[in-house]
């Protein structure tokens, strides 16, 4: 009875054997982006790892195994403050101000407590996670804590990553992730794809590339951006074939499209589920994510809303309004608001039959998982993309823009979705494809994880160790060339000394001839 206990609690205790110690470190204030390192966490803690989440959205209820270092406070989190002001200002894509609000403010948080307990007392984990996109700074902590990253990456592949972790971009076919173009481009449309990603890629590295002073300042490492690349083992990407395209990626770079949607997610509030089940005409899901306001938008617009849902009843529609008390009055009947849905139960219902989007890659993949076809209004960032992506697709009508929103474009374009087979037939069929996979996405990520940290770096790209222009072999061309030019000039050295030996030398005799003349 005595050997008892212990022998109990040793069995206990190894149910934790094969759970992982595991860092999440995701520096980014953007609700959106969390919601993909969320499901990611969660899940891993489910598992039975035990997870340290540094996140600016601690969970009220968090599961066991998962605790939380709180960045609450440290950024102005951006969630239902985006108004219609800020959208126009958003919508001017700049680099220098998209580095320094996702770069070198993400960057100084490392001078925070929450990052320095971690380094000064670096506790032991078997592998981190980290969310990458433009703070590479964060990568010091592979260094520092002496265990492999796993890369995550809330959006498609971005071009500026390839060559630092050894997955060359080859913009013959893979457009960029900023440009609308399809993988089968003309020549011109290639000339454009190699100029522009390359020329953002550009921007964007050198000023990554910068972000070396954060590490040698508050992590006390020497090294520079690229040569910290060396401690991500995996990366975890927001991309599925059947809606990206086919890309080429190294083994290490594992799609995981559509990880963040759960199945089992929130039920419906009792009001919200009554009203879906009796939109027996069908009912239309409107929101523009989680940081916009669509009340702050100009009076004419909403009107224009509100005449289009007018017209288009009996049909019904679902709209995300964060303050009722800010909405213009005259809210036709047939539109119940709510400040906030429990967004994946709603494209689950029968009754859902269309989705106005500004198209927020997650929520698009919610509608692609679920086959609802998209009216799409892009607002800012990789919204226009992703629209034209699927409107290229026939799965939904784009607008385009906020200007181009009118009484008539609108009705028409959620006539077209609601009524015309084509989108919802073509919805369905991308909606198979986007789940037909050995392993669930989440399942897929796990898998990964565990195999990272078990194995290490077997995954990593040997291109990792090579410069961009080693990975393009430009020396290796450039070698070629000279060689081929040095031939030449030989060769045609050689045929000129040959010429003189047969003919003589022509030139030489006039010159002699017309000295010889001036003489005279
Ligand atoms: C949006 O614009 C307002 C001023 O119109 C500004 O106070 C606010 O900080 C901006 N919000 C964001 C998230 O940039
Ligand atoms: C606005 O709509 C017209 C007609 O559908 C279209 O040709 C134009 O490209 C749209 N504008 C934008 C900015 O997408
Ligand atoms: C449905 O949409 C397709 C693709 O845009 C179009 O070719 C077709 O004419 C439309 N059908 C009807 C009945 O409008």
């Given at each position: 009875?005595?050997?008892f ?5 040793t069995?206990?205790?190894c ?5 992982l110690r ?20 969660t ?6 790892h ?8 601690p969970?009220?209820k ?6 939380q270092i ?12 985006v ?19 996702a ?9 925070h ?6 380094l ?6 078997d ?16 260094s520092?804590l002496n ?16 060559s630092?972790?050894g997955?060359?971009?080859n ?6 992730i ?13 000339l ?24 040698r300042?508050?992590?006390?490492i ?11 083992a995996?990366i ?9 395209g ?5 083994p290490?770079l ?11 997610s929130?039920?419906?509030?009792p009001?919200?589920k009554k ?5 027996t005409?069908g ?7 989680s ?15 509100y ?12 709209m ?6 800010d ?18 139960t ?8 269309a989705?106005i989007?500004?198209?927020?890659l ?11 076809p ?7 960032g990789?919204?226009?993309v ?6 290229n697709?026939?799965?939904a009508v784009n ?21 015309n087979e084509?989108y ?16 669930s ?5 796990i ?5 990272v ?25 450039a ?6 030019a040095?031939l030449?000039?030989i ?8 010429k ?14 017309s000295?010889s003349?001036?003489?005279?």
């Amino acid at each position: 009875m005595k050997l008892f206990l212990p022998i109990l609690l040793t069995i206990l205790a190894c149910g934790w054997c094969n759970g992982l110690r595991i860092l999440g470190i995701f520096p980014l204030n953007g609700k959106s982006h969390w919601v993909m390192a969320e499901r990611l966490m969660t899940s891993l803690a489910e598992r039975g790892h035990q997870v340290d989440v540094v996140t600016h959205f601690p969970l009220k209820k968090p599961p066991p195994n998962y605790n939380q270092i709180s960045l609450e406070g440290t950024l102005p989190v951006v969630v239902n403050n985006v108004d219609a002001n800020n959208v126009t200002v958003f919508s001017n894509f700049d680099i220098k101000i998209l580095m320094e609000v996702a770069g070198t403010r993400i960057c100084e948080l490392i001078s925070h407590k929450q990052f320095q307990d971690l380094l000064k007392t670096p506790k032991e984990y078997d592998v981190i996670i980290l969310e990458m996109f433009t703070f590479p700074c964060y990568l010091g902590f592979g260094s520092r804590l002496n265990k492999p990253i796993v890369g995550l990456i809330t959006s498609g592949f971005p071009e500026w990553l390839s060559s630092l972790t050894g997955n060359p971009h080859n913009p013959s076919f893979m457009p960029g992730i900023f440009q609308s173009l399809s993988q089968r481009m003309t020549f011109w449309e290639r000339l454009q794809n190699t100029v522009l990603t390359n020329l953002m890629s550009g921007q964007i590295i050198y000023h990554m590339n910068k972000q070396s002073d954060f590490v040698r300042k508050y992590m006390n490492i020497d090294a520079e951006i690229p040569d910290l690349h060396r401690n991500v083992a995996a990366i975890l990407v927001n991309s599925h074939y059947c809606i990206n395209g086919i890309n080429s990626m190294s083994p290490g770079l594992i799609e995981v499209g559509g990880l963040h949607i759960n199945e089992n997610s929130d039920p419906l509030s009792p009001e919200v589920k009554k009203w879906l089940d009796e939109s027996t005409q069908g009912c239309v899901f409107f929101t523009f994510g989680s940081m916009v306001r669509i009340e702050t938008f100009p009076k004419p617009l909403i009107q224009t809303f509100y005449k289009v849902f007018e017209r288009i009843a009996p049909v019904r529609v679902l709209m995300k309004v964060a303050k009722k008390e800010d909405l213009l009055p005259g809210l036709p009947k047939n539109v119940m608001v709510q400040p906030w849905y429990p967004q994946v139960t709603v494209f689950k219902h029968k009754n859902l039959k269309a989705f106005i989007t500004h198209g927020g890659l997650m929520g698009t993949q919610e509608a692609i998982y679920f086959g609802i076809p998209l009216v799409g209004i892009p607002l800012f960032g990789d919204q226009r993309v992703n629209l034209k992506l699927a409107a290229n697709k026939k799965v939904a009508v784009n607008l385009g823009s906020l200007d181009n929103v009118t009484e008539e474009t609108l009705y028409n374009a959620l006539e077209t979705v609601l009524y015309n087979e084509t989108y919802r037939s073509n919805m369905k069929r991308l909606s198979n494809l986007f789940r037909e996979r050995p392993m669930s996405a989440i399942d897929t990520a796990i898998y990964w994880i565990e195999y990272v940290s078990r194995n290490g770096f077997i995954l990593q790209s040997p291109a990792i160790h090579l410069t961009w222009w080693q990975q393009n072999l430009l020396d290796v061309y450039a070698f070629i060339l000279a060689c081929v030019a040095v031939l030449l000039y030989i060769a045609v050295l050689l045929i000129q000394k040959l010429k003189n030996y047969i003919f003589g030398c022509s030139s030489c005799s006039k010159q002699k001839v017309s000295e010889s003349k001036k003489r005279k």
